[in-house]
């Protein structure tokens, strides 16, 4: 059964600073991996998608990694700004039709 | 445009009663999704359509039917709703669901039980 891991659940950082996030997952047997950002009382807005076969993915000051081989992908996001704060969720796409998700890391850019 | 939609946002009711979220997406896509997302914030499948088609029921209590008219369209239904259903749920779809397309999300529909 696929278990995602998410680390650390909070992270607080000063504007300005780069920073990462980090995600690990049980079964390396993944279609794909997803990296979201769910605002308070939001939805989740989709920010990369990588597929098995890609390292990275990169948006904006955003760039997602993904090492299949040992389980980890991490979301790096330059530059950090206020309006990035949020929960920033990793999803593994890792059987047919579903994403195993993980817990989330809270985000919060203190200006 | 909205994407993927949920209506309605907020429903309130009491234990015992039968309610009906339902979730429409205008991305033409193939395959719609069911996540329950607890007061812990962890998010779960729940169920998922292709095509029209049933193609995972994650242990979900027999409460719950989803029903998806057409392809762009999957309602979620609840019978005798219990205090542990209150949750988010969230609506999503996504082009190829075989493979791990991306996945797109609604807004989510806040269901409290009383």
């Given at each position: 059964k696929q278990e995602v891991t998410q680390i650390p659940a909070a992270l607080s950082v000063p504007e300005g600073e780069n920073l990462v996030l980090n995600c690990s997952f049980t079964?390396?047997?993944?279609?794909?991996?997803?990296?979201?950002?769910?605002d308070p009382g939001k939805g989740l807005t989709s920010l990369l998608l990588i597929q098995s076969s890609q390292r990275e993915q990169t948006s904006g000051r955003l760039n997602a990694s993904l090492d299949k081989s040992s389980g980890r992908s991490t979301l790096y996001i330059a530059?950090?700004?206020?309006?990035?704060?949020?929960?920033?969720?990793?999803?593994?796409?890792?059987?047919?039709?579903?994403?195993?998700?993980?817990?989330?890391?809270?985000?919060?850019?203190?200006? | 445009d909205t994407a993927v939609s949920q209506t309605p946002k907020y429903l309130v009711t009491q234990m015992g009663n039968d309610k009906s979220i339902k979730c429409e997406q205008n991305l033409g896509h193939d395959t719609m999704y069911w996540y329950k997302q607890d007061s812990k914030k962890f998010l779960k499948i729940m169920f998922s359509y292709n095509n029209k088609e049933?193609?995972?029921?994650?242990?979900?209590?027999?409460?719950?039917?989803?029903?998806?008219?057409?392809?762009?369209?999957?309602?979620?239904?609840?019978?005798?709703?219990?205090?542990?259903?209150?949750?988010?749920?969230?609506?999503?779809s996504s082009q190829e669901g075989g493979y791990g397309a991306a996945q797109y999300f609604g807004p989510g529909t806040r269901l409290t039980v009383l």
């Open positions: 079964d390396s047997a993944i279609y794909n991996l997803q990296w979201f950002r769910q530059a950090s700004q206020p309006g990035d704060s949020a929960t920033y969720l990793c999803a593994v796409g890792a059987g047919s039709y579903q994403l195993t998700f993980g817990k989330g890391t809270k985000l919060s850019v203190i200006p | 049933l193609i995972i029921n994650e242990t979900v209590p027999n409460r719950f039917s989803p029903k998806s008219p057409d392809k762009a369209h999957l309602n979620l239904h609840i019978n005798s709703l219990e205090l542990g259903d209150s949750a988010v749920y969230f609506c999503a």
